[in-house]
């Protein structure tokens, strides 16, 4: 498995520090997935399509590039 980026490690290092067992993998940035109410329906999709798709807005809560 690949290294994460900082971010990630911290996600990783949280959910470890709550009990969970799970893995944290990082996609392309051009690649997003999107669960269907069950975590084996998932789907790809590019930011674009989520925003499409939920008449969403894009904002920046943290830092933005």
């Known amino acids: 498995m690949q290294p994460v980026k ?20 990082e996609l392309p940035d051009s690649t997003r997935t999107a669960a269907a109410g069950h975590p084996k329906a998932v789907f790809r999709l590019t930011p674009e399509q989520l925003v ?13 590039r």
């Open 6 to 25: 900082e971010s990630a490690q911290k996600v990783q290092a949280k959910l470890k520090e709550l009990g969970y067992a799970n893995q944290v993998v």
């Open 52 to 64: 499409q798709m939920t008449n969403g807005q894009v904002a920046c809560i943290a830092s933005c």
